[in-house]
């Protein structure tokens, strides 16, 4: 699986969280349902809102695919602000399914980015085994 990042612009340049990290820091919160409805990034551009990668027809089929293979059973993780850090592939699925909440986590305070300033394509994707 390829590594994964969470990404924000900022006045410092682009921000990125290591998300293998997002999903250590929130291992022990307790997941609640979240209506999708309070699920802002549903309504804006999201995968393909200004960053390195073009909404082709070959990307949005792929994130159709990453979206069939999504696992439901994980919660998202949500910012401190209620922003998706990780899972709109997870909240796309419950979408398709007609489902009105997705199970999530949040977290009370974000933690300082992994990358500050960087740009996108200069970040570590090696792939994981």
Known sequence: MRKQYHLRQSATG?????????IALTAGLPAREVPLAAI???????WFGGGSEA???RAVAEHARLIA????????????????MDGMHRVAK???EGRSVIAAV??????APDFVGVDEAALPYEAIA
């Open 40 to 46: 802002r990034e549903l309504d804006e551009p999201f």
């Open 94 to 96: 419950a979408y398709l």
């Open 14 to 22: 682009l921000l990125a969280w290591d998300v293998d990290r997002l």
């Open 106 to 111: 949040q977290l009370t305070v974000d933690p």
């Open 69 to 84: 293979a999504a696992d439901l059973r994980y919660p998202i993780i949500l910012g401190a602000d209620g922003r998706v």
């Open 55 to 57: 909404a082709t027809c």
